[in-house]
Every structure is written in structure tokens, then in C-alpha cells.
């Protein structure tokens, strides 16, 4: 159901509620808001596929923004609102925004982009009143235009980023239908059957809006004619607090907070009355097998989990029982076929881990990246990677053993170590660097730097400290070690090339997996 066909039937049935300010956008409120955003990108003269930009922590603007772009025919990148300046400035230059959202609790990031991007036409900041040059209150300009539709209404989507190998971020291109804004969406018939979402459900959102899985699902409860609860931050008793006060249906969580509320005193636990809940979605990262069968027991066989890439280039589904039978697994294909092959490209047997390959699954670019978009397919281009590892069972269930280069999941969030060796390197007191990923009971892993320090520099808490703190400065926090280890030499090859897995197998010694 259309937004703007469930505003003229249920105009005062909340939208959007904010879990902590307290802040409700009826359906009614939320269609005349996101006809003006589409109203004013009109104005500029926007066409179809173009591109904006929002940087703005969990708020209903960034919805309703994200609402014109989506009845406009453009595609919008949400920003990751923990990044530094030049993090951000690098997204929105390379993804060509013209327009760029953002609010009065980003701002001191946010005054220092217009200097850095030249191509953007407009910057809009809200809850500012009064903004400083260049940005303009998105609060005044949004007033000046009608809540009508705008004429011949095209379907927008997001375009994501997800960092290479390498840390350089690239923008996930998936193609955009020609169609009417009003008219079905294929992918929601797809989400409905996976995830058992339905007409009028009630959606607890607990992660940041800017990651590609909360975007889609609170985006499909909007487009269902359901009610989208917006954690700002997520807290564990205030989820279940949450479940509770609003009869919560749908929500999708990262294993991280399910160990949370696990951790919880036995009588929150106890008094938390989840009774309202159908379908609990996970994914982002691998989920421990003790604590899925915990929250398995004690929410009952409710839980669904997946695999799959930003890119959607192939999806693999489980449900509960399903789970139990095949402990640890991350479901069967109903994407695309999974193939494992090793390092030439082969294909293994049953039971051998390698590169998960999809075949004849949903078709994606990277953004102005042709050469990364080559690397992501086979030689035929009807298979595509991301350069997982895993194995297949007798079954055809998938199970996921290690990462694409040795990429960090800390908390379900992504982590690319390459960005942060390179700007370790950089520090006068650094002569060699590497950044990995070590085991954390609560986060999954967390990031550790290993560092050779220059002759005459000695190692100890102070050094320590300071090179956390020079990351800080350049990088997002999620980004930056936890901790530094100091050590004579890094193991490197001949090449040059850094041994990496000798230095992190130091640190998983006694781990069933390298990743949980």
C-alpha cells in the first residue's frame, strides 16, 4: 500500500514514532512532508537519477527527505553519521549530490563540508532556524512548497556505500525501474514472504538509519502502511521496554544486541512481556550458536536470519527450525544458487570452505568503479562475490568461516582495517602498522593495532594512548583501535606483503571460527 493511499484512509495512524523524543508523524503528516521534499527537488530542476544526500543521525526529517527522493526518481546516500568531515565530503563528492540534508546535531562536521564539495547546489540543515551560510533552514524552505504530488511521480531508491577492501568506500549501484512511485515494488512481495511483513505492522527500528538494512525494512513498513518505532540508540531494557509499550509485530536486530539483552538482570528478563512479537530478523554478522538458541528459547522459533550483501547479489534464508537442525548455519539460497570455489576458481566439494559465489542473482554496479565492478564477477559475468568464505553442508545450508580480507564486524558494522594502517604509518612515531580484528564477548571482534614503533620511541600506555587518540582525530570512532599491541617486527613476506593471518592467529588461538 502507497503512503499516500494509506494517508487518505488512516490519516491520524502514526508513521514514524521516535522511541526516546517522543516525536509522532502521522501518515497524513509524513505525505504532505515528503511531497514538499519532492516538491523542492523538482524545483531545482532534478531528473531521474540524480543524486542527493542526507547526513543526519535517526530523526523523522531524514524519513520524509528520504520520502521525496523516493517519489522523485532519485537516488539518495544515506551518510554514516559517525564519520569524520573529510569521510564524509569524500561520499558526497563521489556520488555526485546536489542537495545534501543535514541537522543541527551534526553540525560542527558539517560546516566543514561545503569548502570540501563544490558540486552541491544546496545545503539544508534542520532544527536550525537560522543556519550559517551556506546551509538554509529546512524548515523555512520546506514551507515554501505545496503538499501535492508532484507531476509524474517516478520511484527513487538509495544508493549505499560499502568500503572495499581496501577502506575506500564505493557506492553500490542496484538498477532503478522506470515505474511510477505509487505502483507495487517487485522486492516487496520477495521481503513480505522472507520476513513475514505485512500490512500494518508495528516495526522496532534499534540500529542507525544509514545502514542498508534498517533503510530497507523501516522504507517497506512505510510502504506496507505500517508503524515504524525509530530507536535513536539502541539499550537493551528500552528495547523490551519499547516491545511492550507498542505491541512491536516486526523488528531486526545484529547478534551484539541479543547478547545484551541476554546479559540483562534475570528479573528484567523475566518481567519483559514479548508476547506481541511474529518476526524477529537478524543479520550483518555471524551469530554465536549458544546465544541464538538462548534468544531461540526465549522468544520462541520467531527468529529468521540471513546472508547478504549490500550489493544483493544473493541472499541465503533460514528460520528457526531450520536453524535448529543445522546449528550455526546462515540458511539456504532463495537468491541467486551458492557456489564455493578456492583460489582458482574451481568449485569444492561438500564440507570445504572458499569464496561464496552467487549465480544468476540480482545484478549490481559500483558506482564509476567499472574495474571493481569487473573484479565482483566471473569471467562469463553471471556469477558475482563479494569475497566471503564459507561452505556448503549436504543440504545446500551455508555457513560463513571467515571474511573478505580480513574485514572487522564489530557490533554488526562493518570495518575495513586498511584506512586505518594507512593513516597509522603516517605518525612520526610509527614505522610499521597493522590493524585487525580480535575477539570481543560482547562486540564480536574489536579493532586492535599491532604496531613497530620507530627506533628510540618507547612503547608503553602513554605511546598507546596517543595513537589512539591521532586516529580519533582523522577517523570515525567505530574505526579506530580499542587497543595497541607493540611489537619488534610485523611478520611480512619477501614482497612486502603483510602476513596478516600469522599476526591474527596469535590472537584466535582455541577459537572454533574466525569470527565468533
Same mark, same amino acid.
Given at each position: 500500500?502507497?503512503?499516500?493511499?494509506?494517508?487518505?484512509?488512516?490519516?491520524?495512524?502514526?508513521?514514524?514514532?521516535?522511541?526516546?523524543?517522543?516525536?509522532?508523524?502521522?501518515?497524513?503528516?509524513?505525505?504532505?512532508?515528503?511531497?514538499?521534499?519532492?516538491?523542492?527537488?523538482?524545483?531545482?530542476?532534478?531528473?531521474?537519477?540524480?543524486?542527493?544526500?542526507?547526513?543526519?543521525?535517526?530523526?523523522?526529517?531524514?524519513?520524509?527527505?528520504?520520502?521525496?527522493?523516493?517519489?522523485?526518481?532519485?537516488?539518495?546516500?544515506?551518510?554514516?553519521?559517525?564519520?569524520?568531515?573529510?569521510?564524509?565530503?569524500?561520499l558526497v563528492n563521489d556520488s555526485r549530490a546536489q542537495v545534501v540534508v543535514t541537522s543541527t546535531a551534526k553540525r560542527d562536521i558539517a560546516l566543514r563540508l561545503p569548502e570540501q564539495?563544490?558540486?552541491?547546489?544546496?545545503?539544508?540543515?534542520?532544527?536550525?532556524?537560522?543556519?550559517?551560510?551556506?546551509?538554509?533552514?529546512?524548515?523555512? @524552505?520546506?514551507?515554501? #512548497?505545496?503538499?501535492?504530488?508532484?507531476?509524474?511521480?517516478? !520511484?527513487? =531508491? &538509495?544508493?549505499?556505500? %560499502? *568500503?572495499?577492501?581496501?577502506?575506500?568506500?564505493?557506492?553500490?549501484?542496484?538498477?532503478?525501474?522506470?515505474?511510477?512511485?505509487?505502483?507495487?515494488?517487485?522486492?516487496?512481495?520477495?521481503?513480505?514472504?522472507?520476513?513475514?511483513?505485512?500490512?500494518?505492522?508495528?516495526?522496532?527500528?534499534?540500529?542507525?538509519?544509514?545502514?542498508?538494512?534498517?533503510?530497507?525494512?523501516?522504507?517497506?513498513?512505510?510502504?506496507?502502511?505500517?508503524?515504524?518505532?525509530?530507536?535513536?540508540?539502541?539499550?537493551?531494557?528500552?528495547?523490551?521496554?519499547?516491545?511492550?509499550?507498542?505491541?512491536?509485530?516486526?523488528?531486526?536486530? @545484529?547478534?551484539?544486541? #541479543?547478547?545484551?539483552?541476554?546479559?540483562?538482570?534475570?528479573? !528484567?528478563? =523475566? &518481567?519483559?512481556?514479548? %508476547? *506481541?512479537?511474529?518476526?524477529?530478523?537478524?543479520?550483518?554478522?555471524?551469530?554465536?550458536?549458544?546465544?541464538?538458541?538462548?534468544?531461540?528459547?526465549?522468544?520462541?522459533?520467531?527468529?529468521?536470519?540471513?546472508?547478504?550483501?549490500?550489493?544483493?547479489?544473493?541472499?541465503?534464508?533460514?528460520?528457526?527450525?531450520?536453524?535448529?537442525?543445522?546449528?550455526?548455519?546462515?540458511?539456504?539460497?532463495?537468491?541467486?544458487?551458492?557456489?564455493?570455489?578456492?583460489?582458482?576458481?574451481?568449485?569444492?566439494?561438500?564440507?570445504?570452505?572458499?569464496?561464496?559465489?552467487?549465480?544468476?542473482?540480482?545484478?549490481?554496479?559500483?558506482?564509476?568503479?567499472?574495474?571493481?565492478?569487473?573484479?565482483?564477477?566471473?569471467?562469463?559475468?553471471?556469477?558475482?562475490?563479494?569475497?566471503?568464505?564459507?561452505?556448503?553442508?549436504?543440504?545446500?545450508?551455508?555457513?560463513?568461516?571467515?571474511?573478505?580480507?580480513?574485514?572487522?564486524?564489530?557490533?554488526?558494522?562493518?570495518?575495513?582495517?586498511?584506512?586505518?594502517?594507512?593513516?597509522?604509518?603516517?605518525?612520526?612515531?610509527?614505522?610499521?602498522?597493522?590493524?585487525?580484528?580480535?575477539?570481543?564477548?560482547d562486540l564480536g571482534e574489536e579493532v586492535k593495532a599491532v604496531v613497530q614503533l620507530m627506533p628510540d620511541v618507547a612503547a608503553g600506555p602513554e605511546t598507546e594512548r596517543e595513537l589512539?587518540?591521532?586516529?580519533?582525530?582523522?577517523?570515525?570512532?567505530?574505526?579506530?583501535?580499542?587497543?595497541?599491541?607493540?611489537?619488534?617486527?610485523?611478520?611480512?613476506?619477501?614482497?612486502?606483503?603483510?602476513?596478516?593471518?600469522?599476526?591474527?592467529?596469535?590472537?584466535?588461538?582455541?577459537?572454533?571460527?574466525?569470527?565468533?
Amino acid at each position: 500500500m502507497y503512503a499516500a493511499e494509506h494517508a487518505g484512509r488512516f490519516p491520524d495512524q502514526p508513521a514514524i514514532v521516535m522511541a526516546t523524543g517522543g516525536e509522532v508523524v502521522t501518515y497524513r503528516e509524513y505525505e504532505d512532508r515528503a511531497n514538499q521534499v519532492a516538491q523542492f527537488f523538482r524545483s531545482l530542476g532534478l531528473r531521474r537519477l540524480d543524486h542527493v544526500a542526507m547526513f543526519m543521525e535517526n530523526h523523522p526529517r531524514l524519513l520524509e527527505a528520504q520520502g521525496g527522493a523516493e517519489r522523485t526518481g532519485l537516488y539518495y546516500t544515506l551518510v554514516n553519521s559517525y564519520l569524520s568531515a573529510e569521510e564524509v565530503a569524500y561520499l558526497v563528492n563521489d556520488s555526485r549530490a546536489q542537495v545534501v540534508v543535514t541537522s543541527t546535531a551534526k553540525r560542527d562536521i558539517a560546516l566543514r563540508l561545503p569548502e570540501q564539495c563544490p558540486g552541491v547546489r544546496r545545503w539544508l540543515m534542520v532544527d536550525d532556524d537560522d543556519p550559517p551560510a551556506p546551509y538554509e533552514s529546512y524548515a523555512e @524552505v520546506m514551507a515554501e #512548497f505545496p503538499i501535492t504530488p508532484v507531476d509524474g511521480e517516478r !520511484v527513487g =531508491a &538509495a544508493m549505499l556505500y %560499502s *568500503s572495499g577492501t581496501t577502506g575506500r568506500p564505493k557506492g553500490i549501484l542496484r538498477p532503478l525501474p522506470d515505474q511510477p512511485a505509487a505502483q507495487p515494488i517487485g522486492v516487496m512481495d520477495f521481503v513480505k514472504a522472507m520476513f513475514n511483513f505485512r500490512e500494518q505492522q508495528i516495526y522496532l527500528s534499534p540500529a542507525p538509519l544509514y545502514h542498508s538494512a534498517p533503510q530497507a525494512s523501516v522504507a517497506a513498513t512505510i510502504r506496507l502502511g505500517g508503524t515504524a518505532v525509530i530507536m535513536e540508540h539502541f539499550d537493551p531494557a528500552h528495547y523490551l521496554e519499547l516491545v511492550a509499550r507498542h505491541r512491536i509485530t516486526h523488528s531486526q536486530l @545484529v547478534p551484539t544486541m #541479543f547478547s545484551r539483552m541476554l546479559k540483562l538482570p534475570d528479573e !528484567v528478563r =523475566a &518481567a519483559a512481556d514479548v %508476547s *506481541s512479537l511474529e518476526a524477529i530478523i537478524h543479520a550483518a554478522a555471524p551469530c554465536p550458536v549458544p546465544v541464538k538458541q538462548a534468544m531461540i528459547e526465549w522468544w520462541g522459533p520467531i527468529i529468521l536470519e540471513y546472508y547478504g550483501a549490500t550489493e544483493a547479489n544473493g541472499f541465503t534464508w533460514c528460520n528457526s527450525e531450520q536453524w535448529l537442525a543445522h546449528p550455526g548455519t546462515v540458511g539456504k539460497a532463495v537468491l541467486g544458487e551458492v557456489i564455493i570455489r578456492d583460489e582458482e576458481g574451481k568449485p569444492l566439494p561438500t564440507g570445504e570452505p572458499g569464496t561464496i559465489w552467487f549465480r544468476g542473482a540480482t545484478n549490481f554496479t559500483y558506482w564509476q568503479d567499472p574495474e571493481k565492478t569487473a573484479e565482483s564477477r566471473d569471467a562469463t559475468g553471471t556469477e558475482s562475490t563479494v569475497g566471503d568464505v564459507g561452505y556448503l553442508d549436504d543440504e545446500g545450508y551455508l555457513y560463513l568461516t571467515d571474511r573478505k580480507s580480513y574485514m572487522i564486524i564489530s557490533g554488526g558494522v562493518n570495518i575495513y582495517p586498511q584506512e586505518t594502517e594507512s593513516l597509522l604509518v603516517t605518525h612520526p612515531k610509527v614505522f610499521d602498522a597493522a590493524v585487525i580484528g580480535v575477539p570481543n564477548e560482547d562486540l564480536g571482534e574489536e579493532v586492535k593495532a599491532v604496531v613497530q614503533l620507530m627506533p628510540d620511541v618507547a612503547a608503553g600506555p602513554e605511546t598507546e594512548r596517543e595513537l589512539i587518540a591521532f586516529c580519533r582525530e582523522h577517523l570515525a570512532h567505530f574505526k579506530c583501535p580499542r587497543s595497541v599491541d607493540f611489537v619488534d617486527e610485523l611478520p611480512r613476506l619477501p614482497t612486502g606483503k603483510l602476513y596478516k593471518r600469522l599476526l591474527r592467529d596469535q590472537y584466535w588461538t582455541g577459537r572454533s571460527s574466525s569470527i565468533v
